[in-house]
């Protein structure tokens, strides 16, 4: 092995154990925050702890002008407010997540291009570490807004009745403070806290913030409430209870429908994994069996 090769591999494993260290200060730090957060009365929410956590990991690195441009043109930022991390994380915080990653796989592909002693395998990996990388973030703040909208939409047939229940005695804003004091674990409440926050502090109509959290999440559930609040200075009491419940009901019926959906797309979608487990696994088996032939041809 040759003395210029020998440096290759020395300065990549220096550049991985950095990304390592990296990785392993901001878990600590994450570990430590989320301590905090645990204490009694603070609500937690393990929606966001793996985009935290990343955001941690990658904080002292530097947010380059360029990812931010990307990232700011692109769904992230909408993708932030669904998963509710746009306060904690910014478009900045965003591209650091992106040069981490990137960072780690276009690492990873040099050092198996070194070892390998392929120099253009090794630029040909580093460069889709580097495409590979950029993408990292993204797939972690799309499954946090997925799991969250689908907490928000779980939540809601039951946000609906205890509305209606209160809103035949009171008004639909007293409502909707009502369950978010009585059930403020759930996600729909903290959302809802939200409003209520805007409307006290920013003196907001209710029907305005109301509208603010529908295109915040832009979840189509939410417009059930969102309507409902529009139409309760028009209608109030046992009529408003009423079409609540029936929403509710509707909301019940939607969601066993998707679920019966799901279901019966699952055997398809496990299809196309295994096919790919299949096929790598014939490729790995095959170059083994060409290098075993390839040794014995060369030894004859």
């Known amino acids: 092995m040759s003395s210029d090769l020998l440096i290759v591999i020395g300065v990549v494993v220096l550049v991985v154990a950095l990304i390592v260290a990296i990785l392993l200060r901001g878990r600590a730090r994450s570990r430590r925050q989320n301590q905090f957060a645990a204490a009694p009365g603070a609500p937690t929410d393990k929606d966001k702890a793996a985009v935290l956590r990343m955001r ?37 915080d965003v591209a650091r997540m992106k040069l981490l990653t990137m960072l780690i796989f276009a690492g990873l592909g040099l050092l198996v291009g070194a070892i390998l002693g392929n120099p253009v395998l090794a630029g040909a990996l580093f460069l889709g570490g580097l495409m590979v990388g950029f993408g ?4 972690t703040i ?41 059930f403020g674990g759930e996600v729909l409440a903290q959302e809802l806290a939200y409003v209520i926050q805007r409307v006290q502090q920013l003196k907001e109509r209710l029907d305005v913030a109301m509208g603010e959290l529908l295109r915040k999440n832009r979840n189509d559930d939410l417009s059930f409430l969102v309507a ?15 079409m609540l419940a029936q929403q509710a009901e509707e909301l019940r019926i939607k969601r066993e429908q998707e679920v019966k959906g799901r279901s019966l ?35 004859g």
């Open 56 to 92: 941690n990991q990658a904080r002292r690195l530097p947010a380059l002008g360029l990812l931010v441009q990307v990232v700011r043109r692109g769904p992230l930022p909408r993708l932030l407010d669904q998963a509710d991390v746009s306060r904690e994380v910014s478009v900045e």
């Open 136 to 139: 990292g973030p993204d797939s």
């Open 142 to 182: 799309k499954q946090a807004a997925e799991v969250r909208q689908n907490h928000l939409s779980r939540a809601l047939p039951l946000a609906l009745e205890v509305i209606g229940l209160s809103v035949e005695r009171t008004s639909i804003d007293a409502g909707i403070a009502y369950y978010c004091q009585y």
């Open 228 to 242: 409902a609040v529009g139409q309760a200075t028009q209608i109030g009491g046992r009529d408003l209870r009423q």
């Open 265 to 299: 797309k699952a055997p398809v979608l496990m299809t196309f994994p295994t096919m790919l487990n299949v096929l790598a696994l014939l490729i790995v088996l095959g170059s083994l069996a060409f290098l075993q032939i390839g040794g014995g041809t060369k030894h």
